[in-house]
């Protein structure tokens, strides 16, 4: 199926740090979110942007979050401070769009805030 | 509240056997239900999905039952295999300007040879 990249797979930073994720979605994909899974819980939803925007974003997206995807290029995740309660596991996904439900999943990145 | 929920919360097959995963949900207002099978380590895979327009959807060995009515799905696999190990997640959306996915807390199966 259609793939999601995602770098790096595993980050471990110092908290008060700032983090980037990066996400490379599906190369004709329009929708992108960002998912949060604590070890043992379920994937929880943070954030979804379209055309360049914001369109949702849920209450575990702090203020100290942010997403961006400049010039189509990768789409960001970063985290400025960081906080130990940071630590989990972020999904990227891409979805057509909102006509087309389906959204793929990239591997994750395992992220570590000591 | 966990607005889906799954059952068990792990479960445990002989190779051969049908496995049955089940999922509830509380918003009367999704309308897409997928399931996803994530292997240890991968991320999630979109496996099957079921709209509102459907009672049924099968896909090989996977077949979705769906109870509109009671809110309830339930996702069987025939002839389950050890490969069939995993972690399986159902989720729900609805429409919006997102279709963020509400995911369940999953169920871990194992598939016994």
């Known amino acids: 199926g259609p793939k999601v990249l995602q770098i790096p797979s595993h980050q471990i930073i110092d908290m008060g740090q700032m983090v980037t994720l990066n996400c490379d979605p599906v190369s004709n994909h329009l929708y992108f979110y960002w998912y949060k899974q604590i070890l043992g819980q379920q994937m929880e939803f943070l954030v979804n942007?379209?055309?360049?925007?914001?369109?949702?974003k849920s209450k575990l997206f702090k203020d100290q979050f942010s997403v961006e995807r400049p010039d189509g290029s990768y789409f960001t995740l970063k985290i400025q401070p960081t906080a130990l309660e940071d630590s989990a596991v972020y999904f990227c996904?891409?979805?057509?769009?909102?006509?087309?439900?389906?959204?793929?999943f990239g591997p994750g990145t395992r992220l570590t805030v000591l | 509240q966990q607005q889906v929920r799954q059952s068990p919360q792990s479960l445990t097959v002989w190779e051969g056997e049908t496995t049955i995963l089940n999922c509830s949900y509380e918003d009367s207002t999704f309308d897409y239900f997928p399931w996803y099978r994530q292997f240890p380590g991968k991320s999630p895979a979109l496996l099957i999905a079921i709209s509102l327009v459907s009672n049924k959807k099968e896909d090989g060995r996977f077949t979705i039952f769906f109870n509109k009515r009671e809110k309830k799905l339930s996702l069987h696999i025939t002839d389950s295999q050890p490969g069939d190990s995993a972690t399986y997640f159902c989720?729900?959306?609805?429409?919006?300007?997102?279709?963020?996915?509400?995911f369940g807390l999953g169920t871990t199966l194992q598939v016994q040879p």
């Open positions: 942007f379209y055309n360049g925007k914001v369109m949702e």
């Open positions: 996904a891409s979805s057509l769009g909102l006509h087309s439900y389906e959204q793929y």
């Open positions: 989720a729900a959306s609805k429409a919006g300007n997102t279709r963020k996915l509400i």
